[in-house]
């Protein structure tokens, strides 16, 4: 009988096959997604309800893979997406009616893997995703996704990356802030991919670090635009360092101040919406802007332009 071989990460390897590679995903899916018996119910924050392991083993092996399969970000990014967390005393795993958390696909651990490229220290896989039921019908119910291995400098093979289309930026910092931007109740899977293009990048061509655009949480993106001119204020740095959809929102904030309407489930209508601020007017004109709004409009504006060359010259 021929006997089954595991892969030794604690003492590294230099080559990893594809079998292997594929095995060591679907292992730790596998366990993540079912594999985790639960007992004592715990209430969390905001009454969320989670229970903890109920063995001390299944908190120290995933602590394991953590250590020795998983890098820190893909880590967090996969304990998110089955709504894993260290709370209180012990490692805990949310309730099934708990809808909580920003990961709208889940990987399929029964599903397809198969081997799309190998370097000398990195795998791609491809994988299942299943939608989560929080999303809207147009989305799609399955669809297809990336796992990335990374061989590390200590020669131990990591998961390093995931990435799935509806969640690729939620990876790069995007997290449950894209539902101030893409309803994804109403809009379908083109719409997000447009929403990409136009504006899922700054100006040298890496994915947006969505914090910088909620530099003021729930209040403005540039809060002076609309009383003095930028070039006097701090604003103005603030402008500098914006991706270009923060850039985009901060000139639109001008208009939306004084009601501004936009069209239904448009990235404008969801972002502003949202704020407490916002009101529309029906009368709403481009008369109504004060001359100093009119001026740091026309710098906003340049600093847009601006990125839209340089994103052009870095594809």
Request: negative net charge.
């Amino acid at each position: 009988m021929k006997e089954e071989k595991f892969i030794d990460y604690n003492a590294g390897v230099e080559i990893l096959s594809d079998e292997e590679a594929i095995k060591l995903v679907k292992e730790i899916i596998a366990f993540m997604d079912t594999g985790i018996e639960t007992g004592e119910d715990v209430e969390g924050f905001d009454g969320e309800r989670f229970a903890y392991f109920k063995n001390k083993e299944d908190e120290n092996k995933l602590e394991i893979y953590q250590r020795n399969y998983i890098k820190d970000t893909a880590y967090k990014y996969l304990t998110g997406m089955y709504k894993i967390v260290r709370f209180r005393s012990g490692m805990g795993k949310a309730k099934n009616e708990f809808s909580g958390g920003y990961i709208r696909y889940r990987l399929d651990s029964a599903g397809n893997f198969n081997i799309l490229s190998k370097k000398d220290k990195e795998i791609c896989i491809e994988a299942v995703f299943n939608k989560d039921s929080s999303l809207g019908d147009g989305m799609p119910d399955t669809d297809k996704g990336q796992i990335f291995i990374t061989l590390c400098d200590d020669n131990k093979w990591r998961i390093s990356k995931i990435s799935q289309w509806y969640d690729d930026l939620v990876f790069y910092e995007l997290e449950e802030y894209i539902d101030e931007f893409f309803d994804s109740k109403n809009n379908v899977k083109e719409d997000y991919e447009a929403f990409i293009k136009e504006y899922g990048y700054d100006k040298n061509g890496n994915k947006i670090p969505m914090q910088m655009l909620r530099y003021s949480p729930k209040a403005a993106i540039l809060s002076s635009s609309s009383f003095d001119v930028l070039e006097h204020l701090y604003d103005s740095y603030v402008l500098d360092i914006l991706s270009k959809l923060a850039t985009y929102i901060a000139c639109e904030e001008i208009y939306a101040r004084h009601g501004k309407i936009y069209p239904k489930y448009s990235i404008e209508y969801n972002y502003f919406n949202g704020l407490d601020w916002y009101k529309e007017n029906q009368k709403f004109s481009e008369d109504d802007l004060s001359d100093i709004e009119k001026h740091n409009l026309d710098i906003i504006k340049a600093h847009l332009e601006e990125l839209a060359v340089l994103m052009y010259w870095s594809v």
